[in-house]
């Protein structure tokens, strides 16, 4: 019998956005190319607060299950579902369906469709509300559902699918490697994985962050430098040394001109933290200096989750993680904003189904 409804951790108004409430409702339909997950554990993200609190704009959905970070097992398959089989360990992410037929999808971009179905808060095209995995199952098409290592752990893996791979995709995009300098602005759960990620890929990184506090962190996962933007002078020594700038922290209140000049001739510098008051603090001529290029990037494809996977596999890549029962979502999400967690928390599913 095809499972109907689902039950999970739900916000039903952003002003009370740490009032989490278990609530039943009907999931999407099971379509012919769809895969539904028994969540057995979901990260919690940066974007879960923005979101629930509002910060980011006005709800799609009547309520709000967050979390885009699902680690399970298959107990669900469309008809035309090939890939997996009932019992497997995969995981979900930021986005569980895309049109399948544009040109960002054909062209392997399906994390740039223009009509994306992402972890939550979100509708399919047939207006059918998706949830989120503080939850006890989700659904997805079967593209956005990814075969887990067997030696990554389900609470190291669950974070990897959206703060690993939303760093891990301008990585790779961007040629960091061997011989490559690569800067991360901030070091929080985003920046902790571009540390972990850039180093793992062989790369040389550097942690600009606000003061020393985290710097004994940040040289743990493997960063060859720590810089403190608090001097003014922090940026002197690095004119046009880095090749990748990834800013992790979602502030619009950063050191923008001193942090460009420290990329090569051409170069960089990637936005993956999204301040909600957006950016207005550097210039044109900020960039005609040395050719510096500001950009973004939106998650990851398929073949990158992979690569991602396989990379943590093989190496051993271990996030720093605090797992707490999903009952607790509230002190998760208040540790986001106070901006104590270090440096991911992830939530055992905790609900009687």
């Known amino acids: 019998m095809t499972i109907t409804n689902a039950r999970g951790y739900a916000i039903h108004d952003p002003k009370e956005y740490l009032n989490f409430k278990v609530v039943d409702y009907p999931l999407e ?7 539904t997950v028994a969540v057995e554990c979901c990260g919690v993200c940066g974007s879960d607060h923005h979101t629930i609190s509002g910060g980011w704009g006005p709800w799609c959905t ?47 971009n399906e994390n740039y469709c223009p009509t994306p179905v992402h972890g939550y808060n979100t509708l399919w095209p047939d207006n059918s509300e998706h949830q989120g995995g503080y939850s006890t199952h989700v659904r997805a098409q079967e593209h956005f559902v990814f075969p887990i290592p067997d030696s990554i752990p389900s609470t190291d893996a ?13 990585l790779v995009r961007n040629g960091a490697g061997p011989g490559k300098k690569v800067g991360v602005v901030g ?26 506090a985290k710097k004994a962190d940040a040289l743990a996962m493997g960063a060859k430098n720590f810089v403190a933007t608090a001097n003014p002078d922090f940026h002197k020594d690095l004119q046009r040394e880095l090749d990748l700038i990834i800013v992790t922290a979602s502030s619009a209140k950063l050191p923008l001109d001193e942090l460009l000049s420290t990329l090569d001739i051409g170069k960089k510098m990637v936005f993956v933290g999204m301040p909600e008051e957006g950016l207005s603090n550097v210039t044109a001529q900020t960039l005609s200096g040395n050719g510096a290029a500001l950009a973004s990037s939106h998650i ?28 607790d979502a509230a002190k998760a999400i208040q540790a986001v904003e106070d901006n104590s967690v270090r440096y991911r928390s992830v939530l055992i599913q905790d609900i009687d189904a």
């Open 187 to 212: 070091l929080g759960g985003l920046g902790h994985y571009a540390v972990l990620f850039g180093t793992a890929l062989g790369a040389e990184v550097t942690v600009f962050s606000r003061t020393d």
């Open 62 to 108: 009547k309520f709000v299950v967050t979390g885009h970070e699902v680690i399970g097992k298959v107990v669900e398959l469309g008809k035309n579902v090939k890939g997996f089989e009932i019992g497997q360990r995969v995981g979900v992410g930021a986005q569980v369906g895309s049109c399948r037929t544009c040109k960002a999808c054909k062209q392997g």
């Open 29 to 35: 339909a099971l379509e012919d190319d769809r895969v």
């Open 158 to 170: 669950a974070s990897m699918l959206c703060g690993g791979l939303t760093v891990f995709s301008p």
């Open 300 to 327: 990851g494809n398929r073949s990158e989750v992979l690569q991602m996977l396989d990379i943590a596999a093989k190496q051993n890549v271990k996030p720093w993680v605090q797992v707490l029962q999903m009952k």
